[in-house]
């Protein structure tokens, strides 16, 4: 039933943004925030379109601060500060335009075009989406590989997300109960994929950790025999 699948993905998405939570607290890498962020406001955007939350006139709000929490997601797992110095900078340029309509979409009531804001807000977070996968699919093809892990675990939920803007602007329809369902199901598949990413990322941390242990004892060890010697 629908009220089955709506419990079944809303309960397997929120123990993810806990799982996710806590490797945070473990490891202290800032991309599982961004992560936590984008993955929270998902479920609330998820929750809006579905009619579990009475959140209808900030939804372009919510979605906009999602799109920002991606997009330094992006920034932070592609390495994009150390490896595209000029393209990570503009990144936080780019954020700041999403917020900055993040914003504006949040006061309806006081805003008389708010109607372009929502339109330009909607185009914002579509595009995007489509535009970290085509760069991640550029970098991918130069052999970085959590490039193509983000291009693996994003497309279909691009392609999910294209489908509901084509019926909602373009055909002027709401959303029905399958293509809510193809959202979902490409928000989960993600989840899970990049859940289990972060699980090999941890522990290729934790041998990093090991090795700088050893290597800091090491280096201890050898200016005691130096002392001694000395």
Request: charge should be positive.
């Amino acid at each position: 039933t629908k009220e089955f699948d709506t419990g079944l993905f809303f309960g397997a998405l929120g123990i993810l943004l806990i799982y996710n939570l806590f490797i945070f607290i473990s490891v202290r890498e800032i991309s599982f925030v961004y992560y936590s962020f984008y993955l929270g406001g998902m479920v609330t955007v998820l929750g809006i379109i579905g009619g579990i939350f009475p959140l209808n006139q900030i939804l372009t709000t919510i979605g906009l601060f999602t799109t920002v929490g991606f997009l330094l997601f992006t920034h932070s797992l592609l390495e994009l500060k150390y490896r595209f110095p000029r393209i990570g900078s503009s990144f936080y340029i780019f954020s700041s335009v999403g917020a900055l309509l993040a914003v504006l979409a949040a006061f309806p009531a006081y805003l008389p075009f708010i109607g372009l804001v929502e339109y330009l807000g909607d185009l914002f977070i579509f595009s995007s989406f489509g535009l970290m996968i085509g760069f991640a699919a550029y970098l991918s093809l130069r052999k970085q590989k959590s490039a193509l892990l983000y291009v693996i675990a994003w497309s279909p939920l691009f392609f999910a997300m294209a489908f509901y803007f084509a019926r909602v602007h373009l055909l002027k329809g709401e959303s029905g109960y399958w293509e809510l369902f193809a959202w979902r199901s490409a928000v989960l598949a993600q989840t899970l994929i990049f859940s289990a990413g972060f699980t090999y990322r941890v522990k290729h941390l934790q041998i990093e950790n090991a090795i700088q242990t050893e290597k800091a004892k090491d280096a201890e060890r050898l200016r005691n025999l130096v002392r001694v010697i000395c």
